[in-house]
């Protein structure tokens, strides 16, 4: 019975959390982490860094100590005082003891520095290639959002309210056009049409006909007068005229 009920607990939150769970955010905040380790590592390895200084100063130092050591014991020697030789060299074998203690742990501590560091460069490379590879997804999440918005979009116009009253006005408007459409040609096909037609051309003909006569009285020629399309020179026509009709015609 517990189990059931977990699972559906499980079920129910973990679809809701997936629902809210955003890609982009869950990236960002990993890059956020891996870079806020950073730090902290860097001052982890410094410690580690600082310890080997440490240990390097030592065994300058005991080494030192060791030689003047040396020193004191043969100068020791040399004035016949052998119990302060004898306490020089007890000095000298405690120093030699510390030297090679520190030299042990020198070492380890070099061997610790070379890790951490390479331990820190490796968390750095990693770092720029998951941040590199987070930053490609989250544009990928970018684009596919820009997608489903358009997709969304574009649904609009097949189905659903506005949908249909688009088709509605887009009909309307079609067969507004049709009808005036329609209207032209039957007011452009009628007798009256025909008739202002013949009406027009009329007007046209008497103008062409006083142009041509004010073109006479003031002896310019005009095209009809100049077209061979009438198989006869104007010498020619003032010869079929009689003495009167050229008279009237030169006025």
């Known amino acids: 019975m517990w189990n059931r009920i977990k699972r559906l607990f499980r079920a129910v939150f973990g679809g809701l959390i997936d629902k809210a769970e955003d890609p982009e955010l869950v990236l960002q905040q990993v890059i956020r982490d891996m870079r806020d380790k950073v730090p902290q590592m860097n001052e982890n390895v410094a410690q580690v860094m600082a310890t080997q200084k440490l240990l390097d100063k030592e065994v300058a130092y005991l080494e030192r100590e060791i030689t003047e050591l040396d020193a004191k014991i043969k100068a020791a020697i040399k004035q016949n005082r052998d119990d302060i030789a004898r306490t020089y060299i007890s000095a000298l074998q405690e120093k030699?003891?510390?030297?090679?203690?520190?030299?042990?742990?020198?070492?380890?501590?070099?061997?610790?520095?070379?890790?951490?560091?390479?331990?820190?460069?490796?968390?750095?490379?990693?770092?720029?290639?998951?941040?590199?590879?987070a930053m490609q997804l989250i544009n990928q999440a970018k684009q596919a959002k820009?997608?489903?918005?358009?997709?969304?979009?574009?649904?609009?116009f097949q189905i659903g309210d506005e949908a249909s009253s688009f088709d509605e006005m887009r009909d309307k408007i079609q067969r507004r056009q049709a009808a005036a459409e329609a209207r032209m040609d039957l007011a452009t096909s009628g007798v009256e049409a025909k008739i202002q037609d013949i009406e027009r051309e009329a007007f046209n003909i008497q103008v062409d006909d006083t142009l041509s006569a004010y073109k006479a009285q003031m002896g310019v020629a005009s095209e009809t007068d100049l077209s061979p399309s009438f198989?006869?020179?104007?010498?020619?026509?003032?010869?079929?005229?009689?003495?009167?009709?050229?008279a009237r015609a030169t006025e």
């Open 231 to 246: 198989g006869a020179d104007t010498s020619t026509s003032e010869k079929s005229l009689g003495p009167g009709e050229r």
């Open 146 to 156: 820009m997608q489903e918005q358009l997709a969304a979009t574009m649904a609009t």
């Open 96 to 133: 030699q003891t510390s030297l090679e203690r520190s030299r042990e742990q020198l070492e380890q501590a070099k061997l610790a520095s070379k890790q951490a560091l390479q331990f820190r460069d490796n968390y750095l490379l990693q770092m720029k290639k998951r941040s590199a590879e």
